[in-house]
């Protein structure tokens, strides 16, 4: 239910962005404009996205151990390290807006003057924001190790909120006026979550005593090195395949940027909820001086891929009717559809091997017994260069698809490397026990039928925004409805250990 619930919250977010981006196509198109704003948004949220999801490896156990040993007191503890954060944040700030103009220089040498201007402002607006995220980060933290998830999960969609309104809204200075709307509402969503922390932590101790003392201590250390090296390679892939993007040509990098929208945003946002809750129920067990089994790793990662694959089947399968559905307007022409389309089939598998990476690793992070830097370090270090060799080869003959193959390629063979480096810890291997939660393959299997069903009597229809609608339901909502239907004659159950 705290998966489901921090999903809840993510789902407002997969519907804003969405929203963002049929606006985004219909306001600017492909092209110049719209490139240079997607390279400055692109730069800047994969920084604040990198901290809101990576520095949450080093707070959660932090807070966690405070949690476990200090009760009550561990407000204290959270509003210092979110001020610390914070300041962190404005250093980043600084930093960004310095080095926006020679950042599109080095990424982007083919914009032009007016592109690039643009691009570094968007960039330095965006990053405006840091201050705000990274203290939320610590707020975030604070509210899912008392069990709260899915009320941090909706407030943080506010930013995305506010851009939305000024695309709809504005007439002029698009790009500028929502890179500052997106900003100020960061800055509104950490007022908020502070609020909600004051309220719940100060009754913490009463709430929930503190347990034993753990077994094995919490290296905050160690945290911290393994989140900045992860928080590293997150910007490396992210910078590096929007400076091959810009590369392919004018509309490059919008392509990318909608291709990815699509192809991984209710995948990686369903990832996201599943390893969040997942980390810090291991975190708390590490801090409680337990270990999670072999089982219960593999346990989670076949829940995960059975929620996971339906929906990049969906994707795929409507890859066209999708795109031309939602962005095919205004001055995104069908040729601008047809390249986003092809290029988004290849891009729904890059979330299913990424999601298996991410869950090792977090596994690997949750255990202060093993050498998380070491392992952390070798792993990622091997899939950011493999990608960076990836998009060397392959983006001059595919363009963005190559970029997007390489995006899939790259978590299996890392995969097999960290199989390799765990093979005598006893993480990976073991007896591995499935319970109620085993009915869950066959309802992904029912719903994947059900969407191929579900599209059968629209196969011979012309293309037009009413049709395309009209099958993207049709074969949702079978889809959907085979699924909980199969779960419930199974009487699937699933528990995240």
Same mark, same amino acid.
């Given at each position: ?18 929203? !963002? ?38 707070? $959660? ?17 959270? #509003? ?13 700030? #600084? ?41 939320? $980060?610590?707020?975030?933290?604070c509210l899912n190790v ?37 900003? !100020? ?62 590369? !392919? ?8 940027e909608l291709t990815q ?103 690997v992070l949750a255990d %202060? ?61 073991? %007896? ?24 059968? %009597? ?40």
């Amino acid at each position: 239910m705290a998966a489901v619930s921090h999903f809840g919250g993510q789902l407002l977010g997969i519907l804003l962005a969405l929203l !963002v981006s049929h606006l985004i196509a219909r306001r600017l198109g492909v092209g110049a404009e719209a490139d240079a704003f997607f390279f400055g948004r692109r730069i800047a949220t994969s920084l604040i996205e990198a901290l809101s999801q990576i520095m949450a490896v080093f707070y $959660i156990p932090l807070v966690a151990a405070h949690a476990a040993r200090a009760g009550g007191g561990f407000l204290r503890a959270t #509003l210092r390290h979110a001020a610390i954060a914070a300041a962190l944040g404005l250093g980043l700030s #600084l930093l960004t807006a310095w080095g926006a103009a020679p950042m599109v220089r080095l990424l982007a040498p083919g914009f032009d003057g007016g592109a690039a201007m643009l691009a570094g402002q968007a960039l330095t607006l965006f990053g405006a924001a840091l201050p705000a995220t990274m203290g939320c $980060i610590v707020f975030a933290a604070c509210l899912n190790v008392t069990g709260r998830f899915g009320m941090p999960s909706a407030i943080r969609q506010l930013p995305r909120a506010a851009v939305a309104a000024v695309l709809a809204l504005a007439g002029t200075d698009i790009a500028i006026r929502g890179a500052g709307a997106f900003a !100020v509402a960061w800055f509104a969503v950490a007022g908020l979550m502070l609020l909600q922390c004051l309220r719940i932590a100060r009754d913490w101790q009463a709430e929930a005593p503190a347990p034993p003392a753990p077994a094995a201590p919490v290296r905050p250390l160690a945290a911290g090195i393994s989140a900045v090296l992860l928080m590293v390679a997150a910007l490396a892939s992210t910078w590096l395949e929007t400076g091959f993007a810009a590369q !392919v040509g004018p509309g490059g990098v919008t392509r990318l940027e909608l291709t990815q929208r699509l192809g991984t945003l209710p995948g990686n946002t369903l990832v996201a909820a599943l390893s969040l809750v997942v980390f810090t129920a291991w975190s708390r067990r590490a801090a409680a001086g337990q270990r999670p089994s072999a089982s219960d790793f593999w346990r989670n990662i076949f829940v995960g891929l059975a929620a996971l694959l339906p929906v990049q089947v969906y994707v795929a399968l409507h890859s066209q009717a999708l795109v031309g559905f939602l962005l095919g307007h205004g001055r995104f022409d069908a040729a601008a559809v047809d390249s986003v389309a092809h290029s988004l089939r290849w891009m729904t598998l890059a979330p299913l091997s990424a999601f298996v990476l991410r869950m090792v690793l977090v596994r690997v992070l949750a255990d %202060p017994g093993l050498p998380v830097v070491r392992l952390v370090a070798i792993g990622i270090g091997f899939d950011t260069g493999l990608k960076a060799l990836l998009f060397q080869l392959l983006t001059p003959g595919f363009g963005v698809v190559g970029i997007v193959t390489a995006q899939a390629i790259s978590p299996v063979a890392t995969l097999l490397l960290m199989a390799v480096l765990l093979r005598g810890s006893g993480l990976l291997g073991g %007896p591995v026990h499935l319970g109620r939660e085993a009915g869950l393959a066959i309802a992904a299997a029912a719903s994947i039928a059900g969407f191929a069903l579900g599209a059968l %009597p629209f196969s011979g229809a012309e293309p037009s925004a009413r049709a395309d609608f009209a099958m993207l339901a049709a074969s949702g909502l079978l889809g959907a409805a085979l699924f909980l239907v199969t779960a419930k004659v199974l009487r699937v159950s699933v528990a995240l250990h």
